[in-house]
């Protein structure tokens, strides 16, 4: 049985008020807002109101069997519905021609073909939170240890505050666009951050609940601006003269589809996260199709509608773009219904909140991941400290939008590319039925001299960026020089594979976990 003594300050006494070890772990996992009010001492009182109110105390603490739950199990499609069936992932298909000069065929078909690869990755990510009961970066302790988990959540922190600003840049600057010089960006940036607060700080609960429905209005708006845009008129042969040709045309197409790909498996690291309530007894299979079909059809659908978008030659829509980005042409599309369009631009821009919520939850039990220091704080603290930190780089980088989103994104799919493979060959291959270490011992989540070294799935991280690197398209990288082409994500996904599976069959035989 893992031990948690090293969570809280003070003697044992004081802290679990004379319980036994194994009780205390019990009582940590059943009952953690319980620990939590008793830690804090005076602020004890503060904060028993706030879970009385209904604020959730659970942060990473292993979910017990006997508190699963599966009324949320149809939310693995409509949670991810939700969450990608919003405005800011237009701007992925509108960098397909404004960024990378793919026609419309062209954007469509990396967008279909990358995205199926994402999905599966991060589908295959979910499917662990019902198994095991834990957040996506305690699971990485099986694999790469207690350090090697520390080492990811950094990464994962960086990369859910990375998302949640361009998400709040691209929101506020559409509210600032409705009526412009009358809502500054500033002021619309903070608006989302603060609507995308309330429910994470609430928490699991509240989150679950406004995304089950949250995609119903959004789509409807979705609906109207795509019917708007091909009143406008869609050209898909519009791109075609602007278009790279043969090893260029190859090296767009990969580029691109890294962006792709790094937008469905941004989510696999927090893809557990929200299901690691339903029993362990649920059908992993049911898990994985409802998660890929709640990241595949509307993220699919809404970048596409992005890339037709950018069809539009009419010389006023190509203005409004240049003059407003995206949240520009949107407001150019829509600007035929008037007020009616300017409230479906609200909507639309208030979909992002949907997207946000993910991010901000995710980041507070990432930080909770760190270890035991900073799993002692209570999980809404975090949430209010990443929303202060996107929120402000989101206002200090508001002018610089697209360039962050490319950027972003792809690094973004190197690093999750080898972390999702050496989390799947570690399931697949050492935690299998018959396999070396023939499952999961979950009571060792929080007690280091029971979980792995660590070597293997940080030298195999370290492998992927080795390759990552590599594959960078820019001068002094071999490959990436040669290709001409961003293929970071498919290196580093196959030097950490090829180097993970020999690393940790050596710690398994030497350390014997």
């Known amino acids: 049985m893992s031990s948690f003594s090293g969570h809280y300050s003070g003697d044992e006494e004081k802290s679990v008020a004379g319980l036994e070890d194994a009780q205390d772990v019990y009582t940590i996992e059943a009952a953690p807002d319980r620990m939590i009010v008793r830690r804090f001492g005076k602020l004890g009182p503060l904060l028993s109101r706030l879970f009385a ?17 599966s009324k949320n199990s149809w939310n693995n499609i409509l949670m991810w519905w939700s969450v990608n069936t919003v405005f800011d992932i237009i701007p992925v298909g509108v960098l397909a021609q404004s960024t990378f000069t793919l026609s419309f065929r062209n954007s469509v078909a990396t967008i279909l073909c990358f995205g199926a690869l994402g999905a599966v990755a991060t589908a295959f990510v ?114 075609k003269p602007l278009e790279d040709t043969g090893h260029a045309l190859s090296a767009d197409i990969l580029s691109f589809g890294g962006i792709v790909f790094g937008l469905f498996t941004g989510w696999a690291p927090v893809a557990a996260d929200f299901n690691c309530r ?81 991010n901000t939850y995710s980041a507070g039990l990432s930080m909770q991941a760190l270890g035991r220091p900073f799993a002692i704080i209570p999980r809404f603290l975090w949430v209010l400290l990443a ?45 299998r039925k018959n396999g ?18 660590g070597v293997a799935g940080i030298l195999a991280g370290c492998f992927g960026v080795a390759g990552a690197v590599i594959g960078m398209s820019q001068a002094g990288r071999p490959l990436g020089e040669m290709v001409g082409a961003e293929i970071g994500f498919e290196l580093a996904a196959a030097f950490s594979a090829v180097s993970y599976l020999p690393l940790r069959a050596l710690e398994i035989r030497l350390t014997g976990r």
């Open 53 to 69: 109110f209904g604020v959730e105390a659970r942060g990473v603490e292993r979910m017990p069997e006997n508190q699963r739950e």
């Open 278 to 358: 339903l029993p362990a007894g649920t059908p992993p299979m049911r898990v994985f199709l409802l998660t890929f079909f709640g990241l595949y059809i509307p993220i699919c659908f809404v970048a596409i509608l992005g890339a037709a978008l950018m069809t539009i030659t009419d010389p006023a829509y190509v203005a409004a773009f240049r003059g407003g980005s995206t949240g520009g042409l949107a407001a150019q599309v829509l600007s035929p219904w008037g007020h009616f369009g300017q409230f479906i631009l609200v909507l639309l821009a208030l979909s992002v909140i949907a997207n946000n919520i993910p």
């Open 436 to 453: 070396p270490l023939g499952g999961y011992n979950l009571d060792d989540y929080d007690t280091p001299s029971k979980l792995p070294v």
């Open 126 to 239: 979910a499917t662990l939170g019902p198994i095991t009961g834990l957040r996506t970066m305690i699971i990485t302790r099986f694999s790469s240890g207690y350090l090697g988990c520390t080492i990811y959540s950094v990464l994962n922190i960086l990369t859910q505050l990375g998302f949640a600003t361009t998400t709040v840049i691209l929101g506020g600057q559409t509210l600032s666009n409705i009526n412009p010089g009358t809502l500054p960006s500033v002021v619309g940036i903070i608006i989302i951050g603060v609507c995308s607060l309330i429910p994470c700080f609430v928490g699991y609960n509240m989150v679950h609940v406004y995304e089950r429905y949250a995609w119903i209005i959004t789509l409807t708006c979705m609906l109207f601006l795509c019917g708007l845009g091909g009143k406008a008129g869609y050209d898909i042969n519009a791109q």
């Open 387 to 431: 929303f202060v930190a996107y929120t402000v780089a989101g206002v200090a980088g508001r002018e610089h939008f697209s360039t962050i989103l490319s950027n972003f994104l792809r690094i973004l799919s190197d690093w999750t590319a080898f972390f999702i493979v050496i989390v799947a060959e570690e399931h697949f291959i050492f935690r």
